[in-house]
């Protein structure tokens, strides 16, 4: 069992800001700080964790002992990165970074373990150990906002393949001949599903000719509208909204079929913000999921909202230090 006093600092890398907080062996979260993200500075993109990690120290010196309490830093980060080295390679909103070694200059700076995952991994493995997973042997959860992450634990591991890059479900094709990702590819379920792209959708119909209050929203530019103004259209009765949001459940649910047939995990966790916004639709998604999936018992797995919502990130690099602590012991 892992110590139940122990604490870890959550670190949340992200390409606009750092956020951080101390975590509990519950994944209970406190003294969160957040600092602006030099993204392309890169010796200002390292001052800002620190100062971050020790913004959450400082905080926790005023309550506690901190140097008996705080056991590891756990950073979550944008990948692609290497978990095994601690390595960031190089994620495309943190251009300062080329094959930088975040875990050797945290190390360096605290002498406590350094733990990174990217950020799909990191709240999954949260979600697992004390969030919407709890309870379940093979989580499979997926973050749904500006892009779709995905991280797939099973009996408190995360699954990272051979080299560190799996779970990329985000990046999986729904449609060969669909639109564009940013990745690259062609019809990924990123690019039905994510944000950015249920508000590309609305759009397109509204510079069509379609009438919707979505248009008033972006106050007349159909360029203003992001996948938000859908959402709360949606909850005003907007036909239009209704649609866009059901249209990207149905392709929420193609993807969830194979992501059953593949995986047969027992758990769907489902987080984000767009994740959020598409809670009124985990029914139809539930109803047409046979469909979509050979499994004859699919409905049976629950499909549920995640326990973390801006802190995920925090709690996923929290989560990291966990499961190695509780290996340790
Ligand atoms: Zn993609």
Redesign the pocket.
Known sequence: MANPDAVFIGVDVGGTKVAAGLVNSAGEISHHTRVPMPANDSPGALAAVISAIDLVGKATDENHRRESLISAIGICAPGPLNPHTGVIVNPPNLPAWRNFPLAAEITKVYKLPVHIDNDGNAAALAEALWGAGRGYRNVFCTTIGTGIGTGIVCNRRIYHGRTGAAGEG??TTIDYRGPR?????LG?I??HAAGPYIARRAAERIRAGERSVILDYAEGCPDRITSEMVGRAYLAGDPLAKQVLEQTAEYLTIWIGNIIDLLEPDVIIVGGGAGAMLQPFFQQIHNRLPTWCINSQCQEIPLVPAHYGADAGIAGGAALCEVTTSANL
């Open positions: 985000g990046h990702c940013g990745c690259g590819k990924c990123e690019a």
